[in-house]
Nanobody
Framework: QVQLAESGGGLVPPGGSLTLSCATS????????IGWFRQAPGKQREGVSC????????TYGDSYKGRFTVSRDNAKNTVFLQMDSLQPGDTATYYC???????????????????WGQGTQVTVSS
């Protein structure tokens, strides 16, 4: 069973940066898609980014291209989400999730994944 644990959330001023980490266990990251999602109070969950495959293929939601960067360290079984130019609208709980890759990242970002972490809070405020 895949287990995931997010860390790195916190309070950051507008324009600032933050890097989230997702520690995984029970998954060979070459064969699992690992995604980042977020949910703000009163809003629907959004797919942020995803990384999959031996080539570390990445996919981003349209709102995050150019600001967020997803990466993976197989040796540490960890996936990272670098977030730059953060704005108050980025305030949300961020979750990492995993699925054995069958359908590709775009599909998973749209419909969700099989295993989820507990989430980490990101607050962007002055």
């Amino acid at each position: 069973q895949v287990q995931l644990a997010e860390s790195g959330g916190g309070l950051v001023p507008p324009g600032g940066s933050l890097t989230l980490s997702c520690a995984t266990s029970g998954a060979n990251l070459d064969y699992y898609a690992i995604g980042w999602f977020r949910q703000a109070p009163g809003k629907q969950r959004e797919g942020v980014s995803c990384i999959v495959g031996r080539d570390h293929e990445t996919t981003y939601g349209d709102s995050y291209k150019g600001r967020f960067t997803v990466s993976r360290d197989n040796a540490k079984n960890t996936v990272f989400l670098q977030m730059d130019s953060l704005q108050p609208g980025d305030t949300a709980t961020y979750y990492c999730a995993a699925a054995k890759d069958r359908y590709g990242c775009s599909w998973y970002l749209s419909v969700g994944m099989e295993s989820w972490g507990q989430g980490t809070q990101v607050t962007v405020s002055s």
